[in-house]
């Protein structure tokens, strides 16, 4: 039970009926020419830029018709102007859903016939490909915006005055889809009301010690649940500013960390900057802190990372479905290897096959509980109940082992994942696409040890007896027309049969100790 003096209950409680976006509002800082956003170059724009800008996104799109509930699907690179969209969706009720700018034809098809969104928001160099999906779709809206913030929807919002009256929501009216595979391998919309952001958002704004004058440099892309959630509500709850870089490059970030306070990344971010000898003390001079989490940290890169810069990594644990779970504490002891302590209002437990908790110190299957847990699957109630337990647990799908002090370590997965480079890759997705490839008979798809992606994707197949022309190199040129780069396997391996259990299952754990050693 959350104990009473608990400020994030507190909060919560009183806001209970409002707008993720009315929340933050409370938090503007007071004076609306504070800067918001600076961009690489030292411009910025203010908070009233926030408030003029999500007002115009979010009257445009309700004069286009769309009602609360509707979806408007997102996939631009990032931009100041896209985390503006994103907050004009909010104060129109409107349900935003971000998707990675790296999905080919075929994965938009999906997410646009399984989430129907009543706009679609892309590159200008997408429209006409986005104009000839819509033909066979009741998509009628279809506006560009890019990284320089310029597009048709930029055009069609120049008229409109900077007011809005940010709409009234219920705690739980669903603010975001994000989708996640979860086993199946089809990507299923996890959906996130209003209250799981601003619960979570309250607890790691508190977790964090966020303080004024605090600027967070911002290198992770705006469609997942990191850069988006974490980073960005935790400066907008704060009142103060980011810096925004396009995307992770390690000089840039070495050249502007010194004008921040807060960095947040995933493993592959510190790896990366810790092989660059000009990365260290000096560069960290006003650091508080360094975040990682959706993939987990070595101990060798938190080792690594203490002895050149005298500060310590706080790794925290979350997903898609739940925000953040754990995290390890600002004050007190950051254990590497693990993922720390519950956040407030989170219950988190480790369970055997039965569902009973285990002892400390036992591996088991971690589950949550806790207003940060969304609503559900989008339109799939039954994969939505077996996810969770009768008293309310959610069932991650993650291995774990919690010690005497409630510290989580997370040790393994029991969904069949891969992530790379903070990027979730799911194994049987891939396996579909490979085995549709002329001259396939089957296909495995694994995750192997990579010294920059933390895991990398392979894929070992077995020819058919006329597809011995096969090659590698025709396997990725033909998987890169089909899906996002960053899922396509880095080698694939011809092998004469894969190795199956008495059930006829592939034996995935003999490949991954097979093909372990492959690091580059
Ligand atoms: C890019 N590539 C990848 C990749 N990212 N391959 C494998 N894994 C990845 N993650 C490939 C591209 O397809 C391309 O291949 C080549 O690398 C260069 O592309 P790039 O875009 O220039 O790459 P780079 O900028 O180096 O990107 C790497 C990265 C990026 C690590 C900086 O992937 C990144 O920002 N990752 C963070 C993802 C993230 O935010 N995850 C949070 C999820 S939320 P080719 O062959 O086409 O040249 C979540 C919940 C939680 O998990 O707990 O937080
Ligand atoms: P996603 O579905 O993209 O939200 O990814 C969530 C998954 O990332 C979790 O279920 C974990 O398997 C993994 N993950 C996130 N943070 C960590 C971490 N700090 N350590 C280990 N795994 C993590």
């Given at each position: 039970m959350t104990p009473p003096h608990d400020p994030v209950k507190k909060t919560r409680v009183r806001i209970v009926k409002a707008n993720l976006y009315n929340l933050f509002r409370e938090r503007f800082?007071?004076?609306?020419?504070?800067?918001?956003i600076e961009i690489p170059g030292g411009d910025y724009l203010s908070y009233g830029d926030l408030e003029r800008e999500s007002a115009r996104y979010a009257t445009f799109l309700t004069g286009l018709g769309l009602k609360p509930g509707d979806r408007v699907a997102v996939q631009i690179e990032k931009s100041p102007q896209a985390l503006f969209l994103y907050l004009g969706c909010l104060r129109a009720g409107l349900i935003y859903l971000p998707l990675n700018p790296a999905y080919r034809r075929a994965e938009m098809e999906y997410y646009l016939d399984d989430a129907e969104p009543g706009a679609v928001i892309c590159r200008s160099s997408d429209l006409d490909g986005m104009h000839e999906l819509a033909r066979t779709r009741a998509l009628q809206h279809i506006y560009s915006l890019d990284a320089n913030g310029q597009g048709s929807l930029t055009e069609a919002c120049?008229?409109?005055?900077?007011?809005?009256?940010t709409c009234e929501v219920a705690?739980?009216?669903?603010?975001v889809l994000i989708y996640t595979s979860g086993t199946t391998g089809r990507p299923k919309g996890a959906m996130l009301t209003h209250a799981n952001l601003y619960t979570n958002a309250l607890a790691l704004h508190q977790a964090w010690g966020w303080r004024a004058g605090d600027v967070l440099l911002h290198a992770l892309p705006l469609f997942h649940v990191h850069g988006l959630f974490v980073a960005c509500h935790c400066v907008l709850l704060n009142g103060t500013k980011m810096i925004l870089l396009p995307k992770f490059d390690v000089a840039t970030i070495i050249s502007s960390?010194?004008?921040?306070t807060v960095f947040m990344g995933v493993p592959t971010f510190y790896t990366r900057l810790l092989a660059d000898?000009?990365?260290g003390r000096e560069t960290c001079r006003h650091m508080r802190l360094f975040t990682s989490g959706s993939a987990p940290l070595l101990v060798q890169t938190f080792d690594e990372f203490r002895a050149r810069t005298g500060l310590e990594i706080l790794e925290r644990y979350g997903m898609t479905?739940?925000?953040?779970n754990t995290s390890n504490p600002l004050e007190g002891p950051r254990r590497p290897g693990t993922v720390g302590t519950p956040l407030p209002g989170v219950s988190v437990r480790i369970v055997d096959e039965r569902e009973a908790e285990v002892q400390a110190d036992t591996v088991g299957q971690l589950q949550v509980k806790g207003d940060?847990?969304?609503?559900?699957?989008w339109r799939l109630p039954e994969k939505t109940a077996e996810e969770f337990?009768?008293?309310?647990?959610?069932?991650?799908?993650d291995l774990a082992r919690k010690d005497n002090d409630g510290y989580v370590s997370?040790?393994?997965?029991?969904?069949d994942l891969i992530i790379s480079g903070g990027l979730n890759i799911y194994p049987k997705e891939i396996e579909s696409y490979l085995d549709?490839?002329?001259?396939?008979l089957e296909s495995a798809v694994i995750g192997v040890p990579h010294p920059d992606f933390g895991e990398a994707v392979i894929a070992i197949i077995v020819r058919k007896p006329?597809?011995?022309?096969?090659t590698e190199d025709g396997v990725i040129a033909a998987l890169k027309n089909l899906i996002a780069?960053?899922?396509?396997?880095k080698q694939v391996f011809f092998v004469p049969g894969l190795p199956r259990n008495t059930m006829g299952k592939v034996q995935k754990n003999l490949l991954r100790d097979r093909y372990a050693d492959l690091s580059s």
């Open positions: 800082p007071e004076s609306l020419t504070d800067a918001f120049q008229p409109i005055d900077g007011k809005y009256n705690p739980d009216d669903i603010a960390l010194p004008k921040a000898p000009a990365f479905e739940t925000g953040m940060n847990v969304f609503k559900g699957y337990t009768a008293d309310g647990y959610f069932r991650t799908g997370i040790v393994g997965r029991a969904k549709k490839i002329d001259g396939v006329e597809g011995t022309s096969l780069g960053f899922k396509v396997p």
